[in-house]
């Protein structure tokens, strides 16, 4: 018994941590008011980014496990800017956030092929060597509370700061705190960075530690997998990452429910059959008036005739 906890405490870790930060990441956009329907285009674009930098760090700097934390840490930038750049724009034009964000999802798609294969045609040409991360034992446990520590952060930051009580007002009337004085735009742009980061890192490990690897299409669906985590934990940094323990087990043990003799279309599905299924119920559950409560502005354009 002892060993079979092990190995899934192990086997949970990566998976663990790439959608734990991916939907704190959600969570802080969306409590600004902009709908993240592009965390699965800017998911994919992460994980490309990560596995195309770490072979160029590792032709530079020669195999080691400093090239891999640079890529994590270069991707998790690039994300930022992508994502500050996303909310900036769902924030000062006057268009949908639903097409702003589709357009920005498969642009995602796309440039995250053309990154990938970037990545996998230096590869193809130099055989460069990549240390992917191989954290076990203790080192999941650090993870672990590594994790729990950039929730508890994530709290303090939208509910005890200055900055995460402005992204919170944003998200509930644009129009009204920038009658006070507050720059919407600004303020979404920090939303859009700090949320950025927070899902280049979930990408980046997703690469770099649960797969150990880059192919085309690689992320696909898990940015949705995070979404989805993020709503079932009403965007709310603790919540989330206590409900994110009961997905990543779910894809952690995917193959073992494909072994259960149900056709494998079925089974690959059952993880986003669950994530509707979840989503549906908390929709349904009352939280007006309370800290769980959705953004009122949110996916609701803020027009520069309003601002007046």
Not at 95 to 121: E, T
Not at 139 to 167: D, E, F, N, P
Not at 172 to 193: I, K, W
């Amino acid at each position: 018994m002892s060993e079979v906890l092990n190995w899934f405490t192990v086997a949970l870790a990566p998976a663990y941590a790439a959608y734990t930060l991916a939907a704190l990441g959600n969570a802080v956009i969306e409590r600004s008011g902009v709908l993240n329907i592009a965390i699965d285009g800017f998911f994919v674009l992460s994980s490309a980014f990560a596995y195309t930098y770490a072979i160029l760090l590792s032709q530079v700097l020669g195999s080691g496990p400093l090239a891999t934390y640079i890529a994590i840490a270069l991707t998790a930038l690039t994300t930022a800017v992508f994502y500050s750049l996303f909310t900036t724009l769902n924030t000062a034009l006057p268009v949908s956030q639903g097409a702003v964000g589709l357009s920005f999802m498969f642009a995602g798609y796309g440039l995250g092929a053309v990154v990938g294969n970037i990545g996998r045609l230096v590869f193809s040409i130099q055989r460069v060597r990549v240390d992917y991360l191989g954290v076990t034992g203790w080192g999941s446990a650090v993870a672990y509370v590594l994790l729990v520590a950039v929730a508890i952060l994530t709290h303090l930051l939208l509910y005890r700061l200055r900055l995460g009580v402005l992204i919170r007002a944003v998200g509930e009337d644009p129009r009204v705190v920038s009658q006070v004085g507050v720059n919407v735009t600004h303020t979404r742009f920090l939303a859009g960075l700090i949320g950025g980061l927070a899902v280049g890192l979930g990408g980046a490990l997703f690469t770099l530690w649960r797969i150990g690897g880059w192919s085309q299409g690689q992320g696909l669906n898990h940015g949705w997998l995070a979404y989805a985590i993020s709503i079932a934990g009403w965007r709310y940094p603790l919540l989330v990452a206590l409900v994110s323990v009961f997905f990543s087990s779910l894809y952690v043990l995917l193959p073992h429910i494909q072994r259960l003799g149900l056709p494998i279309e079925i089974s690959m599905a059952v993880p986003y059959i669950v994530s509707v299924a979840v989503m549906v119920l908390v929709s349904l559950a009352p939280r007006r008036g309370s800290i769980l409560a959705e953004p009122r502005a949110l996916g609701r354009e803020y027009f520069r005739e309003e601002r007046a």
